[in-house]
């Protein structure tokens, strides 16, 4: 038996025989998360029971994916930077193409990431989901879940047997961003900072949290709607008059596209380079999922080792666009349970995201009939890891299967920690519907 199944048995021998207790502890557990900075606009983020327990062994292997993958979308970056040719494989608009070339301002191509992957606990397979960079979020989710289990009796039982911590995600981001900065050119010695977003879509308490960081090692750091800055004199300014000088860019590229008339004074004081930015705009080349396509093209495969390309193949789901010329209408259809589609661009579940195993025949036949050429790729399914673990607080206190996503933080090319994500057995995750959030520990031991 491994370390961490030895830990999942604990966990679950504890609310076993501890059943009352373990379901009065998770009520609890909720009623201290609706008081937390996860309470948010009526809704709280929910989570299960049993945290996610990761053997040491397990946290090595996925900085190793991490790296592997890293060192690949480095070479995508550069070669899109440096080839025509190759730029046209992906469908930017011209606008975005020119945000893209704009010079470098920093040591480094992505300042923050997260990896989503499948990945199978036993076997080790696994396959990527999709990469999040500038609005990679959720941080604190891993953070405020974690001090919830103060109130979980299930957890202080292993607790007192394992020896288990859990990933630092704040400061060790304004820690590199401070060290990206310092490769500016133009650096200031007091810079102040601005968190940037359109705030309807932000999440504020991640924003508010980055802030009290940045500010307890002696930094400005205010959060700013991205429409009301303005630029005059080669300088630009909060809402509020305050001259900024550094951007942590949480707007995601979809939203800076959408509203690109809008935010004029940002993108000016950017192609001024008048203030630093991170991350710059080469990050949509890794964002879009048009990317997993890229990466199987002769076009890619001339970049990469021998060794990155068998690392493209076994792990990258194959990926087209729905559409005449890439793949036939009626395989999609016959093969239903063997297809995902998703939008081409888009984040947080937005837009379609389905599995064909999820649909009756009939069902799927009309979704592929209607989103046929309207900007949607067609993905390969892959194969769900489950573990069973058990709602109290928000489900009805029965052992079920759950999916399994870890999604592993990458900060200026260095792995960070994980956020792990699940959802009923045999569904796909969709963000504030049946996704569940626990929080991640690295075992390190018997005490």
Known sequence: MTLSSEIYAEYRKHIEDNFELNKNGALAMRTLLEHSPLYWNSTVEKTLHIPKVFAAETIAHFREIAAAAYRIFGKVIAEYRQ??????????????????????????FLPIARFDLFYNEETEDFYFCEI??????AMLRDLELGKALIENPAHQQVIRHYRLSQFELFDSYVREFLSLYDSYPYKKNAPNIAIVDFLENATL??????????????????????????????????ASGNRIDAIYRRAVTADI???????GPFLQAIKDNTVFLAGAFETQILHT????????????????????????????????????????????????????????????SKGIYAAGREYEQQDWDNLIDGLWEKGYICQQYCPQYETENI????????????????????????????????????????AHENERTVPVFVAQGRK
């Not at 709607?225 to 300088?235: E, G, H, P, V």
């Not at 592993?408 to 995750?429: H, V, W």
């Open 83 to 108: 080839n025509g040719n190759y730029r046209k494989l992906f469908p930017f608009s011209p606008e975005l193409e020119e945000l893209i070339l704009l010079p470098k301002q920093y040591n480094g």
């Open 205 to 238: 308490r991640d924003f508010e949290e980055f802030a009290r960081r940045f500010q307890a090692i002696g930094y400005s750091c205010e959060i700013c709607d991205i429409r009301s800055l303005t630029y005059k004199n080669q300088a630009l300014y909060s």
């Open 289 to 348: 999922k048009w990317l997993f396509h890229v990466l199987r093209l002769e076009e890619t495969q001339g970049i990469l080792t021998a060794e990155e390309n068998e690392f493209v193949k076994k792990h990258i789901p194959t990926t087209t666009l729905l559409a005449s010329g890439y793949i036939d209408r009626e395989e999609v259809q016959n093969k239903k349970n063997s297809y995902m589609i998703k939008p081409i661009d888009a984040y947080a």
């Open 391 to 430: 709602d109290f607080a928000w489900g009805d206190g029965a052992w079920r299967p759950y999916i399994n996503m870890p999604g592993l933080y990458m900060y200026n090319g260095k792995f960070a920690g994980i956020l792990m994500r699940m959802a009923p057995g045999g569904q796909i995750i969709v």
């Open 257 to 263: 596209m959408a509203n690109f008339s809008g935010i």
């Open 132 to 137: 999040n960079t500038d609005g990679t979020a």
